[in-house]
């Protein structure tokens, strides 16, 4: 019983990661479509007009300029202090000098060209879906079989919060578990 309702629902969640893929590639492709004329990242809406197809997706890599790292440093630097709160406890939210020692580290100790290699070991993507860039990781799992899964997170979320979970949903031999339970 058990194995006939976890083959319906891989049967289910597959379908619907494939209707969500083809509605996306639909658009891709109708986008692409609209001129034979035109270079695979440009599209034409009227005769003379060029515009650049940004619903391709488009390979992604992060670098962030150090210019953008050495300012950040400064403005956390610089910032402007309240006094102290006026109770011992959380009541009036984070206390002034777990913030300072936050602070502290962001300005100081954080290594970020450590965690941007980190993430540039994953396949990076940007597509634009209703003229908003998604930017989005594409990890396929090397088991047959394995179950589409979309991971998503929210504001003040981040990619970072995800990346211990890839491998494991990805590999999950290498974790314990068996074959049939990879996602990609």
Known sequence: MSEKISHQRRRFLGIASMTIAATQLGRFGSANAQSSQTKPNETTTQPGTVHTNTTAIRPFRINM???????LRQRIAATRWPDKETVADQSQ?????????????????????????????????ITEIDGLDI???????RHENALPLIVTHGWPGSIIEQLKIIDPLTNPTAHGASASDSMW
């Open 93 to 125: 939210g984070v206390q002034l000098v777990t913030i300072q020692k936050l602070a502290r580290y962001w300005a100081t100790d954080y290594d970020w060209r450590k965690a941007e290699a980190k993430l540039n070991t994953l396949p990076h993507f």
């Open 65 to 71: 300029p150090q210019e953008a790292l050495v300012d």
């Open 135 to 141: 930017h989005f990781i594409h990890v396929r799992s």
